[in-house]
């Protein structure tokens, strides 16, 4: 900006010198005369006085729209309580308390069976289940969904004894580290069942959709691709974690990937030593 302004600047002192003052030095003498005569600046003066007026009511209605609209303030969120709807979990931040168990209603759209999540995620969830299969002719499974402390815990170690510490942690949350025990968190794929926990589901059509629309419900994908430096987790296209949309809109309008990024917070690629 500040750039283009001394360009105009410029541009206009060159014009005012070279067309009238070399020739004849009355017209720098009368900086009055000059201004009006020359007909080429008035259109380039145009652009910065529309500016400056439109610079100048800016300022006075702003502040008063801040706080609000423009990028809610991250201290106007709990994110660090386990039962708050945009508390930010990961490999740094371990859930508070790590026992942390939520309310929970049984998923009500489709799923595989069981599958429990918090109230306000299912809500969001059915709508936008709605939205996806009108536009694409399937809806949302839900094929993983709430778990606990224990579960988690369970399912952590089956991984190390499979692949070994270092290769479960890029995969598998560590107890109490996990998204999934907050039941703001799902698992899905479409209806249809194609590429179910596997990163080609990113190029499905139902994952090209959620990617797309997720944000309109409320919904972040959680572990973008390539971010594992920032998130701590492999691209995870089915990984859906619900943020309200309050958040969610304001990071697809900022472009923030990650609630890392969002909240201002350190990036969590491991387990703090
Ligand atoms: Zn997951």
Known sequence: MR??????????????????????????????TAEPTTAEPAPAASSPAASVPAAAPE???????????????????????????????NKRRPLQPPDHRPELVAVSSAQEGGELVRPELDAALAAM???????????????????????QAELYSGYVARYGQAEADTTSARPGHSEHQTGLAIDVSGTGGACRL????????AGRWL????????????????????????????????????????????GAATLEEHFGLEPAPDYAP
């Open 211 to 254: 990617a797309e629309h997720a944000w309109q419900h409320g919904f972040v994908v959680r572990y973008p691709r390539g971010l594992e430096h920032i998130t701590g987790y492999e691209w995870e296209p089915w990984h859906l974690r619900y943020v309200g949309v309050e958040v969610s809109t304001s990071m697809h309008e900022s």
């Open 198 to 205: 596997a990163t080609c589901f990113g190029d499905t059509a």
């Open 129 to 151: 289940s709605q939205a996806m299969r009108a536009a694409i002719g399937e809806g949302t499974f839900v094929f993983s969904s709430y778990r606990g402390y224990e579960r």
């Open 59 to 89: 300022p006075a209605p702003t502040p008063s729209a801040t706080p609000a609209p423009a990028e809610p303030d991250a201290s106007a969120f709990d994110i660090d309580t386990g039962a708050s709807l945009q508390v930010v979990v």
């Open 3 to 32: 750039r283009v302004v001394v360009v105009v600047a410029a541009a206009l002192v060159l014009t005012g010198c070279g067309a009238a003052g070399a020739p004849e030095p009355t017209a720098t003498a009368e900086p009055t």
